[in-house]
């Protein structure tokens, strides 16, 4: 499955050299994409900041994270520049964070920590402006704020790829706005590290989920699956029926709840309705296999219906139209270790999906 970067920034990430907007897919975000082989969706925005009326608090509160991966952040030279309180820099961050993980409480943040800004006359990362705190006050603060809540900050400081010794050479503008060479420097230093963020909390939910599977959870929510539709991993095969009607009760009341959304919004008068008969036997024998091979296959088929409807009215994925989904049910009649793994894999595949579908909604909402 491709990784989904969504970027925040401000005219760094948004791509402007000093003098004219580089090519969209030569940004910075959009260079670290290429090199990890990620999709990236750039919301970075020129003159924005931490705080205020179009910042990363504002940002992240109207934005749903269900159908992303990993978060980068490029605030702060103009939180710098054009000050608030310290105290209202830490709200606002940490605001973002919470707004983040508000819709998904999993997905890593990485901060990129402002690089050196010589507006207002400065000469030196310690040099004051109107509110009295310097730039590196603020990056102290990001760091520490980054630490406290579980989050990846890049500091350049103790490397810097600009500095006031060159800073006429790798800045556009010889102020605060990067060259494409120093952009794509800056991607080269990044990637690595978003990488690793991504990595570590991918390794950490693998972890969380093989712990819950030694600990006997029979009925638990698989960790890492993503969004509001939170579907049961089978552990006790004596429970595959049960399970099976428990987590296709929930797809089927998402799909209407997305397909009831859509038709609020459109004003329209005939709402489509999903369906799924299923019936559930006690018993492990070859009648409740042949169910649930036919009952995925029947998923298969909603889902499917569900992402056309979708496509067709807008509601997608900002890359293009959302793909079909593909179910390979579990075939073999001995319940073992290998049928509950792909038996889990085909949840997995729809929970992913009806979660993205779920947040494009909201995002149109929104």
Request: glycine residues 6%.
């Amino acid at each position: 499955m491709t990784v989904r970067l969504i970027a925040f920034g401000d005219s760094i990430f948004e791509g402007w050299d000093g003098h004219e907007d580089i090519d969209r897919s030569k940004r910075i975000p959009e260079t670290i994409g290429k090199i990890n082989g990620w999709d990236v969706t750039n919301k970075a925005i020129g003159g924005t900041q931490f705080s205020g009326n179009n910042s990363f608090d504002s940002f992240t509160a109207q934005t749903n994270f269900y159908a992303y991966d990993i978060v980068l952040v490029g605030f702060g030279v103009n939180d710098w520049c054009y000050p608030s309180s310290l105290d209202s820099e830490q709200q606002a961050i940490e605001h973002g964070i919470r707004n983040i993980r508000a819709t998904n409480p999993d997905i890593p943040i990485v901060f990129e920590l402002p690089t050196e800004d010589f507006r207002k006359g400065s000469t030196s990362l310690d040099d004051k402006n109107s509110r009295g705190w310097s730039q590196n006050d603020l990056c102290d603060l990001i760091l520490r704020v980054a630490n406290q809540n579980g989050c990846t900050a890049y500091d350049w400081r103790s490397d810097p790829l600009i500095t006031y010794a060159n800073h006429t050479t790798t800045l556009g503008d010889g102020q605060v706005h990067p060259t494409q060479a120093t952009m794509d420097a800056m991607a080269q230093r990044l990637a690595p590290v978003v990488k690793e963020a991504y990595d570590n909390r991918k390794k950490s939910n693998n972890n969380d989920n093989q712990n819950n599977n030694n600990n006997g959870d029979n009925d638990k929510p698989d960790p890492e699956q993503k969004g509001p539709v939170q579907l049961t991993k089978l552990t006790d095969p004596f429970l595959v029926g049960d399970i099976f009607k428990a987590n296709s009760d929930k797809v089927i009341q998402a799909a209407n709840q997305i397909y009831q959304k859509i038709s609020d919004l459109y004003g329209m008068q005939d709402t489509k309705k999903a369906t799924l008969n299923f019936t559930n036997s006690k018993s492990l024998n070859r009648e409740l296999r042949n169910a649930v091979v036919s009952s995925f296959v029947s998923l298969q088929s909603v889902m499917n219906d569900l992402i056309d409807f979708c496509n067709e009215q807008g509601f997608m994925d900002p890359l293009g139209k959302t793909p079909h989904i593909e179910i390979a049910p579990p075939r073999q009649l001995a319940l073992d270790d290998d049928y509950q793994s792909k038996y889990n894999q085909q949840w997995d595949t729809i929970a992913t999906m009806i979660n993205k579908l779920l947040g494009y909604v909201k995002e149109m909402e929104d």
